[in-house]
Nanobody, 122 residues
Framework: QVRLVESGGGLVQAGGSLRLSCAAS????????MGWFRQAPGKEREFVVQ????????YYADSVKGRFTISRDNAKDTVYLQMNSLKAEDTAVYYC???????????????WGQGTQVTVSS
């Protein structure tokens, strides 16, 4: 079982940037596909991005493509999400996620972080 702890959320103005981090412990980090989901008030949790074990393959949701960048450091057991050009509609709780094969849907997620709030003011 993997344990995930997010950090880096906060309040930012529209057009600004934030960087989220997710530190993993437990099972070997490099064996996991990693990524991020988000959940806005009154909405379902939605997929944002995933990165494969080596970091060589990345898949973004259309809503964040070109603005968000995911990366991972397997030596530090950490995955990052750089969020630029933030919009009010990016406001949500962001959850780090881990899976064995893919995490593009919630059904394949093996572990979740506790979430970190991102609020973008317009």
């Amino acid at each position: 079982q993997v344990r995930l702890v997010e950090s880096g959320g906060g309040l930012v103005q529209a057009g600004g940037s934030l960087r989220l981090s997710c530190a993993a412990s437990g099972r070997t980090f490099s064996t996991y596909v990693m990524g991020w989901f988000r959940q806005a008030p009154g909405k379902e949790r939605e997929f944002v991005v995933q990165i494969n074990r080596s970091g060589g393959s990345i898949y973004y949701a259309d809503s964040v493509k070109g603005r968000f960048t995911i990366s991972r450091d397997n030596a530090k057991d950490t995955v990052y999400l750089q969020m630029n050009s933030l919009k009010a509609e990016d406001t949500a709780v962001y959850y780090c996620a881990a899976g064995s094969i893919t995490i593009t849907t919630r059904d394949y997620v093996n572990g979740w972080g506790q979430g970190t709030q991102v609020t973008v003011s317009s």
